[in-house]
């Protein structure tokens, strides 16, 4: 079923996840820019028996996947967040419900037994839209949540005055679709509001690891490297990938699922460092993405970057970033953001082509469309050498 955004679509496909749950038929929510991908894929194609949604993955890096998810992943993930959130609640969806963050908003919601409000996306995030679509949820008794990206919060942030106080008065706001960066966490904290970010995927029924902390009943561990690839195991695991036996057999193996992200386990805790094939190796030293980004959004000039990878003769790879200023009328030199970068994570993790824009390109729901960062770093006019 096509979803665009507005409220009456979104409360059609709560009671087409209701039936779902209980055994109907399957459900496959698209929207007019996700349609397409689709392609044949249709609500009661034969799947496996117990297969009550089909989720398309947001293909940030790659082509979208069509998620298998049954009833029973999807509802050990909603109540294993209910226990972590301090019980069933009221929510807020405020995320694109097509997406297996809004989804699972809907489907806490109906397990709760609780209507959800429904922040119209029609015409985009708007802080304001926000402040209204949450006041009656803000009117209940008992826990409220909702669940934003980082995008949404970091908007939410910048408008202040009536945004800023509804996202306060969530007694959760679960951040996830994408890395939540230290900085803004800090933002949120001082400004008082309640985050926990969200680590999971569509293979995982959404966030099943909270503040680094594994929700109940999912395990986690790394292939045995440092850093190693994370691996998830668990009643939230998807059957796997729609008519891709070879994707499934490969990610989806001796009862774990096999993610593309690297990270460390210690204490109990989860630390993500970042996607395996965001490692550059430039010069024969591999360079984590992830942590160029971190150093770059701590300098002062920088509101956001992204970092790739991109083919050099010499090299092998260059480092080269996508910066969005603080400042865009004052936009930092790209020698002082390579000098930056080399003083705290070393010569090899300097970047040496930056490129200063408007807006990182994002995919899904609210990921950075890493693609598109590295075709725009290889136009010709993108080349600023430091």
């Known amino acids: 079923m096509q979803i665009d955004g507005g409220v009456p679509a979104v409360r059609a496909l709560s009671g087409a996840l209701r039936a779902a749950l209980e055994g109907g038929e399957t459900v496959l929510p698209v929207s007019h820019d996700t349609a397409s991908l689709a392609g044949n894929v249709h609500s009661g194609e034969p799947v496996e028996p117990d297969t009550a949604l089909i989720v398309l993955t947001s293909g940030s890096t790659g082509a979208p996947k069509g998620v298998l998810l049954s009833a029973r992943a999807l509802t050990a993930s909603a109540k294993a967040t209910h226990v972590r959130l301090g019980g069933p609640g ?27 409000g429904v922040m119209d996306l029609t015409a985009g995030f708007r802080p304001a839209g926000f402040a209204e679509a949450a006041d009656p949820v803000l009117r209940e008794s008992g826990p409220r949540y909702t669940a934003l990206v980082p995008t949404q919060l970091a908007r939410l942030l910048d408008a202040g005055g009536a945004a800023l106080a509804a996202v306060r008065a969530f007694d959760a706001v679960l951040i996830g679709g994408a890395a939540l960066p230290t900085e803004l966490r800090e933002r949120a904290a001082d400004d008082g509001v309640a985050v926990i970010s969200a680590y999971g995927m569509s293979e995982t029924a959404g966030g099943c690891v909270y503040d680094g902390v594994p929700l109940d009943g999912v395990h986690i561990s790394t292939d045995g490297e440092t850093p190693g690839r994370i691996k998830i195991a668990g009643d939230v695991l998807a059957n796997g990938y729609r008519s891709a036996p070879e994707a499934t057999a490969a990610a989806f193996a001796d009862g774990w699922f096999h993610t593309s992200d690297l990270g460390r386990v210690g204490g109990g805790r989860l630390e993500v460092i970042g996607r395996a094939d965001d490692v550059i190796n430039t010069g024969g030293v591999k360079v984590a993405a992830a942590a160029v980004e971190r150093t770059l959004r701590r300098h002062p000039g920088v509101h956001d970057v992204a970092v790739v990878g991109l083919p050099d003769a010499e090299w092998g790879e260059v480092i080269a970033a996508a910066v969005v200023a603080t400042d865009p009328a004052h936009p930092p030199a790209a020698c002082d953001l390579a000098g930056h970068v080399r003083s705290q994570d070393g010569a090899p993790a300097a970047p040496k082509e930056v490129r ?5 390109p994002l995919v899904g729901p609210g990921k950075v469309d890493r693609s598109a960062v590295r075709r725009l770093l290889e136009e010709p006019s993108a080349r600023n050498t430091p």
């Open 356 to 360: 200063v824009v408007d807006a990182l």
């Open 90 to 116: 009221h929510w807020l969806l405020a995320t694109p419900a097509h997406y297996i963050g809004g989804l699972q908003v809907l489907i806490r919601s109906l397990l709760a037994g609780t209507t959800p």
